[in-house]
């Protein structure tokens, strides 16, 4: 846990967010703003950290900020507070990492045409090519947009050092 309290503290922001945190489990409800994705990503990577999962890093954060921001640019926000909540959820399984952002809007997420070179509308491709595997699932009033990264030998980093210094 010491890791977690090295993290540069982030300035206030009129950012609101819920987070749980247990061994493996990192699970964040937020308001979806353009000032959330970079403080979202900062504890994405202290997570991955802490879990030994350095090699993961760059890919996970990557797909957690392509879906928060299809959540900010592509979904209705809720009548009652013009906001749009998310849930992102993410969890290290044996063998592999789960990354999965959660949102009540019920339009599913669609590939774009646009070029290799465009500078939008290409985050489901960046996801579908740094995943292993990933999809949508629908629920009534929402869908889940999930990633899956394999855990490989290079993705991890001894951290029994680390626990024993803790």
Same mark, same amino acid.
């Given at each position: 846990?010491?890791?977690?309290?090295? #993290? *540069?503290?982030?300035?206030?922001?009129?950012? $609101?967010? !819920?987070?749980?945190?247990?061994? /493996?489990? =990192?699970?964040?409800?937020?308001?979806?703003?353009?000032?959330?994705?970079?403080?979202?990503?900062?504890?994405?990577?202290?997570?991955?950290?802490?879990?030994?999962?350095?090699?993961?890093?760059?890919?996970?954060?990557?797909?957690?900020?392509?879906?928060?921001?299809?959540?900010?640019?592509?979904?209705?926000? #809720? *009548?009652?507070?013009?906001?749009?909540?998310? $849930?992102? !959820?993410?969890?290290?399984?044996? /063998?592999? =990492?789960?990354?999965?952002?959660?949102?009540?809007?019920?339009?599913?997420?669609?590939?774009?045409?646009?070029?290799?070179?465009?500078?939008?509308?290409?985050?489901?491709?960046?996801?579908?090519?740094?995943?292993?595997?990933?999809?949508?699932?629908?629920?009534?009033?929402?869908?889940?947009?999930?990633?899956?990264?394999?855990?490989?030998?290079?993705?991890?980093?001894?951290?029994?050092?680390?626990?024993?210094?803790?």
């Amino acid at each position: 846990m010491a890791n977690l309290l090295e #993290v *540069a503290l982030v300035p206030a922001t009129g950012v $609101r967010a !819920t987070t749980r945190s247990k061994p /493996g489990n =990192l699970e964040i409800d937020l308001d979806v703003t353009p000032e959330a994705v970079p403080i979202i990503r900062t504890v994405v990577r202290a997570h991955l950290k802490l879990w030994g999962l350095p090699g993961l890093i760059g890919n996970a954060t990557l797909t957690v900020t392509e879906l928060l921001t299809n959540v900010q640019k592509h979904t209705r926000p #809720v *009548a009652s507070t013009g906001t749009r909540n998310a $849930r992102l !959820t993410i969890t290290r399984l044996t /063998g592999v =990492l789960s990354v999965c952002v959660r949102d009540f809007d019920p339009a599913l997420p669609k590939l774009s045409n646009e070029a290799a070179d465009a500078e939008h509308g290409r985050g489901l491709h960046l996801v579908t090519a740094f995943a292993d595997d990933c999809g949508c699932s629908e629920f009534t009033g929402g869908k889940d947009v999930w990633a899956n990264f394999l855990i490989r030998s290079q993705e991890t980093s001894d951290n029994a050092q680390t626990r024993r210094e803790s």
